[in-house]
Antibody, heavy 122, light 106 residues
Framework: EVQLVDSGGGLVKPGGSLRLSCAASGFTFSSYSFNWVRQAPGKGLEWVSS????????YYADSVKGRFTISRDNARNSLSLQMNSLRAEDTAVYYC???????????????WGQGTLVTVSS | DIQMTQSPSSLSASVGDRVTITCRAS??????LNWYQQKPGKAPKVLIYGASSLQSGVPSRFSGSGSGTDFTLTISSLQPEDFATYYC?????????FGQGTRLEI
C-alpha cells in the first residue's frame, strides 16, 4: 500500500525556519516526482514546489522562491521542504503529493500525505 | 501562469440530483485537466485525469469532459458521500495551478 507520511509542522515565529519531511513507503520512491502543495485555513489548494526523480528539475512558486528549498533522498525514501524566512501568509497545511503519469501521459497527483500544519505567528 | 476559474463557487443540491461544475483555463491546456474531491480535514483525492479519464476506483457517476479552455465535471446522481469541495487543476505547464474550488452542499 502506498503511504506518504508528512511531519515537521508546528508553531514558528515570523522570520523563523522549519523543515518538513515526508516518509514514503509501499512503492519505488525513486521512480516518481513529487510536490509540496499547501492549503491555508479555509482556503483552496496552492502548489508550492516540485522535484523530479533525480532532483535535476526543481521548481518553486513565486511566493516561496528564495525562501523554501525542496530536496529528496532516494536512498531513504524521503522528501523534505526547508522553509526559511517564514511569514504569516505561509500558515497552512502542507501536503506531500506524488505525481503519476500512467500510460496516458497525463500527469496527476495520485497520492497525498495526510498533511502537516505550519502556523507562523508571534 | 495559467489561471483556473471554477463556477459556481458553491452549489446546493440533493441526493439523486445531477450536478455540473465548470472550470475555465486562461489559455488552452489541451486535455491536461484533472479534478479532485476534498472532504473536510482530509487530503484531496483525484477523480478525473486527462479531462475525461476516470481514476481507478472512482465511481462511474463521475465524469469529465472538455478540452482547450472549457471543462466540466458531472456527477450523474449525487450520493451522500459526494458532498465535498471539488477542485480542477491544470497539469499543462509549471506552475501547476488549481481552481478556487466548488463547495457542494446539501
Amino acid at each position: 500500500e502506498v503511504q506518504l507520511v508528512d511531519s515537521g509542522g508546528g508553531l514558528v515565529k515570523p522570520g523563523g525556519s522549519l523543515r518538513l519531511s515526508c516518509a514514503a513507503s509501499g512503492f519505488t520512491f525513486s521512480s516518481y516526482s513529487f510536490n509540496w502543495v499547501r492549503q491555508a485555513p479555509g482556503k483552496g489548494l496552492e502548489w508550492v514546489s516540485s522535484i523530479s526523480t533525480g532532483s535535476s528539475y526543481i521548481y518553486y512558486a513565486d511566493s516561496v522562491k528564495g525562501r523554501f528549498t525542496i530536496s529528496r533522498d532516494n536512498a531513504r525514501n524521503s522528501l523534505s521542504l526547508q522553509m526559511n524566512s517564514l511569514r504569516a501568509e505561509d500558515t497552512a497545511v502542507y501536503y506531500c503529493a506524488r505525481d503519476y503519469y500512467g500510460g496516458s501521459g497525463y500527469k496527476r497527483i495520485d497520492n497525498w500525505g495526510q498533511g502537516t500544519l505550519v502556523t507562523v505567528s508571534s | 501562469d495559467i489561471q483556473m476559474t471554477q463556477s459556481p463557487s458553491s452549489l446546493s443540491a440533493s441526493v439523486g440530483d445531477r450536478v455540473t461544475i465548470t472550470c475555465r483555463a486562461s489559455q488552452s491546456i489541451s486535455s491536461y485537466l484533472n479534478w479532485y474531491q476534498q472532504k473536510p480535514g482530509k487530503a484531496p483525492k483525484v477523480l478525473i485525469y486527462g479531462a475525461s479519464s476516470l481514476q481507478s476506483g472512482v465511481p462511474s457517476r463521475f465524469s469529465g469532459s472538455g478540452s482547450g479552455t472549457d471543462f466540466t465535471l458531472t456527477i450523474s446522481s449525487l450520493q451522500p458521500e459526494d458532498f465535498a469541495t471539488y477542485y480542477c487543476q491544470q497539469s499543462y505547464s509549471t506552475p501547476i495551478t488549481f481552481g478556487q474550488g466548488t463547495r457542494l452542499e446539501i
